[in-house]
T-cell receptor, first 114, second 113 residues
Framework: RKEVEQDPGPFNVPEGATVAFNCTYS??????FFWYRQDCRKEPKLLMS???SGNEDGRFTAQLNRASQYISLLIRDSKLSDSATYLC???????????????FGKGTKLSVKP | DAGITQSPRHKVTETGTPVTLRCHQT?????MYWYRQDPGHGLRLIHY???????DKGEVSDGYSVSRSKTEDFLLTLESATSSQTSVYFC????????????FGQGTRLTVV
């Protein structure tokens, strides 16, 4: 099983749609979870961290289920500017903690159409 | 935006030549990383550093070496470039390692012909 797996996509949705991305991770010792966004030919940028209690930032909601080792990202009222690749990121490694590594999923491409 | 600068931004080199990519940060973050990104593979960790002169291997370290003689600089060297090392290389920094978010440089597009 790959360390971080995401929906392969691509997701093609109309403006205003709600879209959900899912991600699973294999290392039960992982402590930190993030969603990054990457625009075409650009560097990844942090979208939001994911907390155990779930967290929301405007139209974006992230949830974590440690028991199922599952992370989700929900985008409501999608905009043309949301078109990008969304990367699920989890920390893991033989040391855990700060000296672990961030492992990136392969990403899910979202295309929002007018 | 975090102060991370990668140089060069684009490079074409010939097979068998040595190549060094530079990452410079102005944030004084302890942790620095080199990733490569390829279609179908996503971002993969090459090497990382958790302090001056402290480095460790990542998932795809073969053919690469790194050095960190100062907090602000992290160098990635391809000793003898091969076509399989054609990729986009990203440097990243993090204040507290993998428990906190990483900030990325703009990337270096390397083509080995």
């Amino acid at each position: 099983r790959k360390e971080v797996e995401q929906d392969p996509g691509p997701f093609n949705v109309p403006e205003g749609a709600t879209v959900a991305f899912n991600c699973t991770y294999s290392n039960s010792a992982s402590q930190s979870f993030f969603w990054y966004r990457q625009d075409c030919r650009k560097e990844p940028k942090l979208l939001m961290s994911v907390y155990s209690s779930g967290n929301e930032d405007g139209r974006f909601t992230a949830q974590l289920n440690r028991a199922s080792q599952y992370i989700s990202l929900l985008i409501r009222d999608s905009k043309l500017s949301d078109s990008a690749t969304y990367l699920c990121v989890v920390n893991c490694g033989r040391y855990g903690g700060s000296q672990g590594n961030l492992i990136f999923g392969k990403g899910t491409k979202l295309s929002v159409k007018p | 935006d975090a102060g991370i600068t990668q140089s060069p931004r684009h490079k074409v080199t010939e097979t068998g030549t040595p190549v060094t990519l530079r990452c410079h940060q102005t944030e004084n973050h302890r942790y620095m990383y080199w990733y490569r990104q390829d279609p179908g593979h996503g971002l993969r960790l090459i090497h990382y550093s958790y302090g001056v002169k402290d480095t460790d291997k990542g998932e795809v370290s073969d053919g690469y070496s790194v050095s960190r003689s100062k907090t602000e600089d992290f160098l990635l060297t391809l000793e003898s470039a091969t076509s399989s090392q054609t990729s986009v290389y990203f440097c990243a920094i993090s204040e507290q390692g993998s428990v906190t978010e990483a900030f990325f440089g703009q990337g270096t597009r390397l083509t080995v012909v």
